[in-house]
Nanobody
Framework: VHLQQSGGGSVQSGGSLKLSCSVA????????MAWFRQAPGKGREGVAT???????TYADSVKGRLTISRDNARNTLYLQMDRMKPEDTAMYYC?????????????????WGPGTQVTVSS
């Protein structure tokens, strides 16, 4: 499985960014996928998940601001980030789980993309 990420960068507080994660070698829709993030000095935390049926979950800190979606035709996972806050600053990773349902924690069964930096300035 090869996950290729794009779309990170810098934005001011209140701005928007969209992250993409293209999946090669397998169907993105066959398994659950997720976005995680890791801020300096902190552990990797789950941001949003989408299972193989398209059902989504979100961390409380991002509900109403971040939206996970998947384009099955393009085999690509997205994270639309709106009304961004400085506390959203982190390295963002897309992950593909081994099962159809995926947890919001790293239990060792995710394949990961390389990560993309997101920086939000106040």
């Amino acid at each position: 499985v090869h996950l290729q990420q794009s779309g990170g960068g810098s934005v001011q507080s209140g701005g928007s960014l969209k992250l993409s994660c293209s999946v090669a070698g397998v169907q993105a829709s066959d398994r659950g996928m997720a976005w995680f993030r890791q801020a300096p000095g902190k552990g990797r935390e789950g941001v949003a998940t989408i299972d193989s049926a398209g059902l989504t979950t979100y961390a409380d800190s991002v509900k109403g601001r971040l939206t996970i979606s998947r384009d099955n035709a393009r085999n690509t996972l997205y994270l639309q980030m709106d009304r961004m806050k400085p506390e959203d600053t982190a390295m963002y990773y897309c992950g593909r789980y081994f099962g159809r349902l995926c947890p919001d924690r790293d239990d060792g069964f995710y394949d990961w993309g390389p990560g993309t930096q997101v920086t939000v300035s106040s």
